[in-house]
C-alpha cells in the first residue's frame, strides 16, 4: 500500500496553481485577461437586463510590481449594468465554476464562471488583495463597497471591508483590481487592439477608456438597439455521449424517460419515438421513470437515438450582430477606404448551431504599402463577440483566411499564408457552444465544416471587394495611359524631328497626329472603365430589388443580396449550397479620378496649343 | 553593313514614322524574331538563319515609352558614328542618365537600370538588322586568346591606318580578337596544318607553356567558356581566310554541346541576324567522345541530378533534340547521338581527363589529340 496519503484539492486550489491555463501565463497576458474578463461580464450583465452598456475604463500603472520586470497596475472596470445584489458578489469574483450561465446553451461571452474569479486570484497571489467591488442595485439606496479575496483551500469567495458608500450611478458595478503586470498596448495582444476589437464587434456599446497617461478615449455607440439574446436550446441528442446521457437525465428524477427525452433535449418529438423503437429502443422504458431506469437500459435508449436520423439543432439560439450594424461599427476601425461586410446565414457545424460574420476593410492610412512587400493584413478574431488575442495561427478562423485565394480578388498572398496589404479582415463567430482548444479561450477548435462555413463568408466577402478593386484598377489603368501620353508624345516627336531635321509645321502635325492616336486608346480604356461601373451599378441595383423582395424591413440601406459567384473568380461557391447572405460594400464616389481625367485632357490640349 | 547605310537607314525609318503621325497613322516597326521557333538550318549553309517571322510592334499607349526610349538612344548612337565614338552598353546606359540629368523634359525616358537600356539597344539592332558593333556599340574582348608562330593578322585602324602583328613574335603572350572580326586580314608565314579551339582557357595556357606551339604548325585559341562575339567571328575568319580544319576540344556534357559548341559551329537563336559572320560551319568536334572514356580509360562521374545547373542542361539537351533545327538535322546525327548518350547515361567526362592518361607525361593530353586528328577520331 502507498505511503503518501490522498488527498482531495479545492477547484480553486487547482486554478490557483494553474492560472496560465486561463490567460495568465505571463504579465502582458494577465492585464489584458483581466480587463477583458471584467468586460465580459459587464456587457453580459447589461445584455441580460436590456440595458445598453456604458463603460468606463481605467488601467495605471501604480508603482513597481513584486514579480520581476513587471509593474503594479491598476485595472478598473465600470458599467451601468444591474449592479450585483451583495450575496452574489463572493460566488462571481471569489467562487470557480460559479456561473448563471454555464451550459445553458446561450451565446453569452463568458461561460463557466473561471475568468473572473482567476482575475482575484491572480490579483491576490501578486499584491495580496483580491478585488475591490462597488455595487449598486436599482433596490439599493446606497452602494455598497467591499473587498472580495478567493478561499482558495474551500474555493468560497469571501467578503471584507464591506461598507455603504454613496455613489452617483443608479446601479451598476465598478470592479477594481491591483496586480502585477505588464503593459502592452498595440500589437496581437495589445489592449487598445482588445478594446478597438470589442468596439467593433458590439455597435451598442458606449466605452471610454484611459489608459496610462494618455487622455480618455470616447468610442460612441452606432446601434441604439440591445441585443436580443435568443433563449437557450435545449442540447441536441446527437452531441452528447454516454455518461453526459446519463449524467443530464439525473436532473429529471422521477419524471418518465419520454419526458426527459422530450423536455431534455432539441429535436426529440412523440414521432421520433416510434423511429427510436424501430431502431431497437424498448418501448417499455418510456414510460418508465428516469430514477428507476438502469445505466443498462439507459446505453440501449442512447444507442437508438444514434442509430435514429434527427433533425439537425435549430438555428434559432444563434444571435448575430446584422450588416447594417456591423457596417456602421466598421467605421470605428480607423480611417476607412472601402469595406464589404458578410452575414452568412445560421447553420449547423459539427451539430452545433453557429453563425458568422465578416468585415474586411481597407484602412486608408496605410494605402502605400499596399503589394508583395506590405505586411500581412490584420486578423480580428471574435468568438461570442470577444476578440481573441492570442495564438492565432492554430485557429480555425486563420486557417480559413489562408486557404482562400485572395490572389484572384486583387489582394496580393503568398502561398498558404494570411494576404498582404493594408487590409482588416475581422471574423465573427457566434454560436451557443464554441469548441475552443484551451480554458483561456484563445483559439477556436479548427475542425474541417466549420473552417469551410467560415471559408465560404471570406470568399463571399472577397468576391465584393474583387469587383471594387478591377473597378480601381481600370481607374489607375486610365490615369496611367493619360500620363503616358502627356510624358512620351512631346518626347517622341521631338527626338524624331531632330534626327530627320524636320521644320516646325512637320513637327506640329506629328504632335496632333499623335495625340489622336493615343486619345483612341485612352477612349477605349474609358469605354472600359465604364463598363465595369456600369456593371458595378447593375450587380447593386439588382442586389436591392431581391433584399426588397426578402427582407423588406432592412431594404432602406443600400444593402444588396450578393449574387452567385463571379464567373471570373477562382473560388467559386456552387449555386445550390450558397447561404442567402446579405453585403454591404462602400466607397466614396470616384468623382476626384473622373476630375484628375478632364484635368488631364485639358492639359493636354493646352500642351497641342 | 557598311559605315553609311546605318545613319540613312535610321533617318529613312524615322521619316517613316513621322510620316504616320502626320496623317495620325500608327506607325509599326518590324524585327526579325531572334528565337529558337523561328530558327532554321541548312546543312548547306552551315548555320542556324532566320525564319519568316517578325515581331510587329505598333505604336500606342502601351509601347509609346519604349518607342520614345528607342528613338532616345538611336539619336545617340547616330551621334557616336557621326563622331567616330564607340561605347560599351553600360557606357552608354550611364550616357542617357546624363542626357536625361541634363534636360529634365527628358526625365520620363530615365532607364531605372542597365538591363532596360539593353534591351533598347538589341530591340534597335534587331529593327535596323544590324550588329550593336555596326552602331560603333561594343562589348568586351572576352575569350580567344590566341596562340600560333605561324600566324600574322593586320588590323585596320579607325584612322585607316595599318597595323600588322605576328603571333610568333609575342612569345608565350596571346593575340586577343577583336569584336569586330572585319576589320582583320589574316596570313600564313608557313602552312598551318589545324586550328585547335580549346574550351577552357586554362588548359590552353597549359598546352602553350608546354612548347603545342613549337611542335605543331597550328593555331591554338581559348574559348574561355561560350565563345563571345570575339570568338565566333576570329573562327570563321580563320576557317574563310586560311581555309584550314578547326577542331573544338572540350567536356563531354550537356552544357559544352548545346552552348559552346552549337555556337561556335552554327551561331545562336538570339543572334539569328548575324549567325553568318558569327559562326563557323566547318569546326569538328573532336571530344571528349564518349568513347574516349572508355577508350582511354577516362576519370568520368554522375551528373548530379540535384545541381541545378547541370539539371537545366540535361532538361535543356531534351529540349533540343526536339525542337532544335541544328540537332534535329541528319547532318549533325553524330552530335545528337552524344547528347542521347549523356541523358541515357548521365555522366560527364572533363577535358582535363586526359591528363589521367599518363599523370607523368605533361604533354600526353597533346599526344591524344594529335592521334584523334591523325585518324580521324572525331564527328
Given at each position: 500500500?502507498?505511503?503518501?496519503?490522498?488527498?482531495?484539492?479545492?477547484t480553486?486550489e487547482?486554478?490557483?496553481?494553474?492560472?496560465?491555463?486561463?490567460?495568465?501565463?505571463?504579465?502582458?497576458?494577465?492585464?489584458?485577461?483581466?480587463?477583458?474578463?471584467?468586460i465580459?461580464?459587464s456587457?453580459?450583465?447589461?445584455?441580460?437586463?436590456?440595458?445598453?452598456?456604458?463603460?468606463?475604463?481605467?488601467?495605471?500603472?501604480?508603482?513597481?510590481g513584486?514579480?520581476?520586470?513587471?509593474?503594479?497596475?491598476?485595472?478598473?472596470v465600470?458599467?451601468?449594468?444591474?449592479g450585483?445584489?451583495?450575496?452574489?458578489?463572493?460566488?462571481?469574483?471569489?467562487?470557480?465554476?460559479?456561473s448563471?450561465?454555464f451550459g445553458?446553451?446561450?451565446?453569452?461571452?463568458?461561460q463557466?464562471?473561471?475568468?473572473?474569479?482567476?482575475?482575484?486570484?491572480?490579483a491576490?497571489?501578486?499584491?495580496?488583495?483580491?478585488?475591490?467591488i462597488?455595487?449598486?442595485?436599482k433596490?439599493?439606496?446606497?452602494?455598497?463597497?467591499?473587498?472580495?479575496?478567493?478561499?482558495?483551500?474551500?474555493?468560497?469567495g469571501?467578503?471584507?471591508?464591506k461598507?455603504?458608500?454613496?455613489w452617483?450611478?443608479?446601479?451598476?458595478?465598478?470592479?477594481?483590481?491591483?496586480?502585477?503586470?505588464?503593459?502592452?498596448?498595440?500589437g496581437?495582444?495589445?489592449?487598445?487592439?482588445?478594446?478597438?476589437?470589442?468596439?467593433?464587434?458590439?455597435?451598442?456599446?458606449?466605452?471610454?477608456?484611459?489608459?496610462?497617461?494618455?487622455?480618455?478615449?470616447?468610442?460612441?455607440?452606432?446601434?441604439?438597439k440591445?441585443?436580443?439574446?435568443?433563449?437557450?436550446?435545449?442540447?441536441?441528442p446527437?452531441?452528447?455521449?454516454?455518461?453526459?446521457?446519463?449524467?443530464h437525465?439525473?436532473?429529471?428524477?422521477?419524471?418518465?424517460?419520454?419526458?426527459?427525452?422530450?423536455?431534455g433535449f432539441?429535436?426529440?418529438?412523440?414521432?421520433?419515438?416510434?423511429e427510436?423503437?424501430?431502431?431497437?429502443?424498448?418501448?417499455?422504458f418510456?414510460?418508465?421513470?428516469?430514477?428507476?431506469?438502469?445505466?443498462?437500459?439507459?446505453?440501449?435508449v442512447?444507442?437508438?437515438?444514434?442509430?435514429t436520423?434527427?433533425m439537425?439543432?435549430?438555428?434559432?439560439?444563434?444571435?448575430?450582430?446584422?450588416?447594417?450594424?456591423?457596417?456602421?461599427?466598421?467605421?470605428?476601425?480607423?480611417?476607412?477606404?472601402f469595406?464589404?461586410v458578410v452575414?452568412?446565414?445560421?447553420?449547423?457545424?459539427d451539430f452545433?448551431?453557429?453563425?458568422?460574420?465578416?468585415?474586411?476593410?481597407?484602412?486608408?492610412?496605410?494605402?502605400?504599402?499596399?503589394?508583395?512587400?506590405?505586411?500581412?493584413?490584420?486578423?480580428?478574431?471574435f468568438?461570442?463577440?470577444?476578440p481573441?488575442?492570442?495564438?492565432?495561427?492554430?485557429?480555425?478562423?486563420v486557417?480559413?483566411?489562408?486557404?482562400?485565394?485572395?490572389?484572384?480578388?486583387?489582394i496580393?498572398?503568398?502561398?498558404?499564408?494570411?494576404?498582404?496589404g493594408p487590409?482588416?479582415?475581422?471574423?465573427?463567430?457566434?454560436?451557443?457552444f464554441?469548441?475552443?482548444?484551451?480554458?483561456?479561450?484563445?483559439?477556436?477548435?479548427?475542425s474541417?465544416?466549420l473552417?469551410?462555413?467560415?471559408?465560404?463568408?471570406?470568399?463571399q466577402?472577397?468576391?465584393?471587394?474583387?469587383?471594387?478593386?478591377?473597378?480601381?484598377?481600370r481607374?489607375?489603368?486610365?490615369?496611367?495611359k493619360l500620363?503616358?501620353?502627356?510624358?512620351?508624345?512631346p518626347?517622341?516627336?521631338?527626338?524624331?524631328?531632330r534626327?530627320?531635321?524636320?521644320?516646325?509645321?512637320?513637327?506640329?502635325?506629328?504632335?496632333?497626329?499623335l495625340?489622336k492616336?493615343?486619345?483612341?486608346?485612352?477612349n477605349?480604356a474609358?469605354?472600359?472603365?465604364?463598363?465595369?461601373l456600369?456593371?458595378h451599378?447593375?450587380?447593386?441595383?439588382?442586389?436591392?430589388?431581391?433584399?426588397?423582395?426578402?427582407?423588406?424591413?432592412?431594404?432602406?440601406?443600400?444593402?444588396?443580396?450578393?449574387?452567385?459567384?463571379?464567373?471570373?473568380?477562382?473560388?467559386?461557391?456552387?449555386?445550390?449550397?450558397?447561404?442567402?447572405?446579405?453585403?454591404?460594400?462602400?466607397?466614396?464616389?470616384?468623382?476626384?479620378?473622373?476630375?484628375?481625367?478632364?484635368k488631364?485632357?485639358?492639359?493636354?490640349?493646352?500642351?497641342?496649343? | 553593313?557598311?559605315?553609311?547605310?546605318?545613319?540613312?537607314?535610321s533617318?529613312?525609318?524615322?521619316?517613316?514614322?513621322l510620316?504616320?503621325?502626320?496623317?495620325?497613322?500608327?506607325?509599326v516597326?518590324?524585327?526579325?524574331k531572334?528565337?529558337?521557333?523561328?530558327?532554321?538550318y541548312?546543312?548547306?549553309?552551315?548555320?542556324?538563319?532566320?525564319?519568316?517571322?517578325m515581331?510587329?510592334?505598333?505604336?500606342?499607349?502601351?509601347?509609346?515609352?519604349?518607342?520614345?526610349?528607342?528613338?532616345?538612344?538611336?539619336e545617340?548612337?547616330?551621334?557616336?558614328?557621326?563622331?567616330?565614338?564607340?561605347?560599351?552598353?553600360?557606357?552608354?546606359?550611364y550616357?542617357?542618365?546624363?542626357?536625361?540629368?541634363?534636360?529634365?523634359?527628358?526625365?520620363p525616358?530615365?532607364?531605372?537600370?542597365?538591363?532596360?537600356?539593353?534591351?533598347?539597344?538589341?530591340?534597335?539592332?534587331?529593327m535596323?538588322?544590324?550588329?550593336?558593333?555596326?552602331?560603333?556599340?561594343?562589348?568586351?574582348d572576352?575569350?580567344?586568346?590566341?596562340?600560333?608562330n605561324?600566324?600574322?593578322?593586320?588590323?585596320?585602324l579607325?584612322?585607316?591606318?595599318?597595323?600588322?602583328?605576328?603571333?610568333?613574335?609575342?612569345?608565350?603572350?596571346?593575340?586577343?580578337?577583336?569584336?569586330?572580326?572585319q576589320?582583320?586580314?589574316?596570313?600564313?608565314?608557313?602552312?598551318?596544318?589545324?586550328?585547335?579551339?580549346?574550351?577552357s582557357?586554362?588548359?590552353?595556357?597549359?598546352?602553350?607553356?608546354?612548347?603545342?606551339?613549337?611542335?605543331?604548325?597550328?593555331?591554338?585559341?581559348?574559348?574561355?567558356?561560350?565563345?563571345?562575339?570575339a570568338?565566333?567571328?576570329?573562327?570563321?575568319?580563320?576557317q574563310?581566310?586560311?581555309?584550314?580544319?578547326?577542331?573544338?576540344f572540350?567536356?563531354?556534357?550537356?552544357y559544352?554541346?548545346?552552348n559552346?559548341?552549337r555556337?561556335l559551329?552554327?551561331?545562336?537563336?538570339?543572334?539569328?541576324i548575324?549567325?553568318?559572320?558569327?559562326?563557323?560551319?566547318?569546326?569538328r568536334f573532336?571530344?571528349?567522345?564518349?568513347?574516349?572514356i572508355?577508350?582511354?580509360?577516362?576519370?568520368?562521374y554522375?551528373?548530379?541530378e540535384?545541381?541545378?545547373q547541370?539539371?537545366?542542361?540535361?532538361?535543356?539537351?531534351?529540349?533540343?533534340?526536339?525542337?532544335?533545327?541544328?540537332?534535329?538535322?541528319?547532318?549533325?546525327k553524330?552530335?545528337?547521338?552524344?547528347?542521347?548518350?549523356?541523358?541515357?547515361?548521365k555522366?560527364?567526362?572533363?577535358?582535363?581527363?586526359?591528363?589521367t592518361?599518363?599523370?607523368?607525361?605533361?604533354?600526353?593530353?597533346?599526344?591524344?589529340?594529335?592521334?584523334?586528328?591523325?585518324r580521324?577520331?572525331?564527328?
Amino acid at each position: 500500500m502507498a505511503k503518501q496519503k490522498i488527498t482531495s484539492s479545492s477547484t480553486a486550489e487547482y486554478f490557483s496553481k494553474n492560472l496560465q491555463q486561463v490567460g495568465f501565463s505571463s504579465p502582458t497576458k494577465a492585464v489584458l485577461t483581466t480587463l477583458k474578463e471584467a468586460i465580459d461580464n459587464s456587457l453580459d450583465a447589461c445584455e441580460d437586463e436590456g440595458i445598453l452598456p456604458e463603460l468606463y475604463i481605467e488601467i495605471e500603472k501604480v508603482g513597481a510590481g513584486t514579480i520581476k520586470n513587471t509593474d503594479l497596475i491598476r485595472i478598473k472596470v465600470e458599467d451601468n449594468g444591474p449592479g450585483l445584489n451583495i450575496e452574489d458578489i463572493p460566488k462571481v469574483f471569489g467562487e470557480y465554476l460559479a456561473s448563471s450561465k454555464f451550459g445553458r446553451g446561450r451565446c453569452s461571452r463568458g461561460q463557466q464562471g473561471i475568468g473572473i474569479s482567476a482575475a482575484t486570484t491572480w490579483a491576490q497571489l501578486t499584491s495580496a488583495k483580491g478585488a475591490r467591488i462597488i455595487t449598486k442595485t436599482k433596490t439599493m439606496r446606497q452602494a455598497v463597497s467591499c473587498l472580495v479575496e478567493v478561499d482558495v483551500k474551500n474555493n468560497k469567495g469571501n467578503l471584507k471591508d464591506k461598507k455603504t458608500i454613496s455613489w452617483d450611478r443608479s446601479h451598476g458595478v465598478s470592479v477594481e483590481f491591483v496586480l502585477d503586470g505588464r503593459i502592452q498596448l498595440q500589437g496581437e495582444g495589445g489592449l487598445i487592439t482588445y478594446l478597438t476589437g470589442t468596439a467593433l464587434v458590439n455597435p451598442h456599446l458606449n466605452l471610454r477608456y484611459k489608459l496610462l497617461d494618455q487622455s480618455v478615449v470616447k468610442v460612441d455607440r452606432v446601434s441604439d438597439k440591445c441585443p436580443d439574446i435568443p433563449n437557450a436550446v435545449e442540447p441536441h441528442p446527437h452531441t452528447m455521449k454516454l455518461g453526459e446521457f446519463i449524467a443530464h437525465s439525473h436532473l429529471f428524477g422521477k419524471a418518465t424517460v419520454a419526458t426527459f427525452l422530450k423536455k431534455g433535449f432539441s429535436r426529440i418529438t412523440d414521432n421520433t419515438f416510434q423511429e427510436f423503437i424501430k431502431n431497437g429502443m424498448n418501448k417499455k422504458f418510456l414510460t418508465q421513470s428516469v430514477d428507476k431506469t438502469t445505466d443498462a437500459q439507459f446505453k440501449d435508449v442512447f444507442g437508438a437515438i444514434h442509430k435514429t436520423e434527427l433533425m439537425s439543432p435549430s438555428t434559432r439560439s444563434v444571435m448575430i450582430i446584422g450588416e447594417e450594424t456591423f457596417s456602421k461599427s466598421v467605421r470605428r476601425l480607423g480611417e476607412v477606404d472601402f469595406f464589404s461586410v458578410v452575414t452568412r446565414k445560421p447553420t449547423i457545424c459539427d451539430f452545433k448551431p453557429v453563425a458568422i460574420e465578416i468585415a474586411v476593410a481597407r484602412l486608408k492610412t496605410a494605402q502605400k504599402v499596399e503589394g508583395d512587400d506590405s505586411p500581412p493584413v490584420q486578423v480580428l478574431r471574435f468568438a461570442n463577440r470577444v476578440p481573441l488575442q492570442f495564438d492565432k495561427s492554430a485557429c480555425a478562423m486563420v486557417k480559413a483566411i489562408e486557404t482562400v485565394n485572395w490572389r484572384s480578388y486583387g489582394i496580393p498572398q503568398p502561398k498558404n499564408s494570411l494576404p498582404l496589404g493594408p487590409y482588416v479582415i475581422a471574423v465573427s463567430l457566434v454560436s451557443p457552444f464554441i469548441k475552443f482548444k484551451n480554458a483561456s479561450k484563445e483559439t477556436v477548435d479548427a475542425s474541417d465544416e466549420l473552417v469551410e462555413e467560415i471559408r465560404r463568408a471570406l470568399i463571399q466577402a472577397g468576391q465584393r471587394l474583387s469587383r471594387h478593386i478591377k473597378k480601381e484598377h481600370r481607374e489607375a489603368d486610365l490615369e496611367e495611359k493619360l500620363r503616358h501620353i502627356e510624358q512620351f508624345c512631346p518626347i517622341l516627336v521631338d527626338c524624331l524631328c531632330r534626327i530627320t531635321k524636320a521644320p516646325a509645321k512637320r513637327k506640329k502635325a506629328a504632335t496632333e497626329g499623335l495625340v489622336k492616336l493615343l486619345g483612341r486608346d485612352v477612349n477605349a480604356a474609358k469605354k472600359e472603365l465604364d463598363e465595369a461601373l456600369k456593371h458595378h451599378k447593375e450587380a447593386h441595383a439588382k442586389g436591392k430589388i431581391q433584399i426588397v423582395e426578402k427582407e423588406k424591413a432592412k431594404s432602406e440601406d443600400g444593402e444588396e443580396e450578393l449574387k452567385p459567384p463571379h464567373p471570373e473568380d477562382s473560388d467559386v461557391i456552387p449555386e445550390a449550397e450558397e447561404a442567402p447572405v446579405k453585403a454591404k460594400i462602400e466607397k466614396p464616389a470616384s468623382k476626384a479620378k473622373k476630375k484628375a481625367v478632364a484635368k488631364s485632357k485639358e492639359k493636354m490640349k493646352e500642351k497641342e496649343v | 553593313m557598311r559605315e553609311d547605310t546605318i545613319p540613312k537607314l535610321s533617318k529613312d525609318l524615322c521619316n517613316r514614322m513621322l510620316t504616320d503621325l502626320e496623317n495620325a497613322r500608327r506607325p509599326v516597326l518590324e524585327a526579325i524574331k531572334c528565337s529558337l521557333d523561328n530558327s532554321n538550318y541548312n546543312p548547306k549553309v552551315g548555320y542556324l538563319t532566320p525564319g519568316n517571322k517578325m515581331v510587329r510592334s505598333e505604336l500606342n499607349v502601351a509601347s509609346v515609352q519604349k518607342m520614345s526610349r528607342a528613338i532616345f538612344i538611336l539619336e545617340i548612337l547616330l551621334r557616336n558614328i557621326e563622331t567616330g565614338a564607340v561605347n560599351t552598353k553600360r557606357e552608354l546606359y550611364y550616357i542617357s542618365k546624363g542626357e536625361v540629368k541634363h534636360n529634365p523634359e527628358l526625365r520620363p525616358l530615365d532607364f531605372a537600370d542597365q538591363s532596360e537600356s539593353d534591351s533598347i539597344i538589341d530591340f534597335i539592332c534587331e529593327m535596323m538588322e544590324c550588329y550593336r558593333e555596326d552602331l560603333n556599340c561594343y562589348a568586351n574582348d572576352r575569350g580567344g586568346q590566341t596562340y600560333s608562330n605561324q600566324l600574322v593578322v593586320t588590323e585596320t585602324l579607325p584612322d585607316g591606318g595599318k597595323a600588322v602583328v605576328d603571333l610568333s613574335t609575342l612569345g608565350t603572350s596571346p593575340f586577343q580578337p577583336k569584336n569586330r572580326p572585319q576589320s582583320l586580314a589574316l596570313k600564313a608565314k608557313k602552312k598551318i596544318d589545324f586550328c585547335l579551339v580549346v574550351e577552357s582557357e586554362g588548359t590552353a595556357n597549359t598546352f602553350v607553356t608546354n612548347g603545342f606551339c613549337r611542335r605543331n604548325n597550328a593555331i591554338l585559341l581559348g574559348a574561355q567558356g561560350v565563345p563571345s562575339n570575339a570568338v565566333r567571328g576570329w573562327c570563321k575568319l580563320i576557317q574563310d581566310q586560311l581555309k584550314v580544319p578547326i577542331y573544338f576540344f572540350g567536356d563531354l556534357d550537356a552544357y559544352t554541346l548545346q552552348n559552346i559548341f552549337r555556337t561556335l559551329k552554327a551561331g545562336s537563336a538570339a543572334s539569328l541576324i548575324r549567325n553568318s559572320d558569327f559562326s563557323a560551319p566547318d569546326v569538328r568536334f573532336l571530344g571528349v567522345l564518349p568513347e574516349d572514356i572508355k577508350k582511354y580509360d577516362l576519370a568520368d562521374y554522375p551528373v548530379k541530378e540535384n545541381d541545378l545547373q547541370e539539371a537545366r542542361a540535361l532538361k535543356k539537351a531534351s529540349d533540343a533534340l526536339k525542337n532544335d533545327p541544328f540537332f534535329k538535322d541528319k547532318k549533325n546525327k553524330g552530335l545528337s547521338k552524344i547528347l542521347e548518350w549523356l541523358l541515357k547515361n548521365k555522366r560527364r567526362c572533363e577535358q582535363q581527363s586526359y591528363f589521367t592518361v599518363d599523370p607523368r607525361d605533361p604533354i600526353m593530353p597533346e599526344k591524344i589529340i594529335l592521334e584523334k586528328i591523325k585518324r580521324g577520331d572525331f564527328i
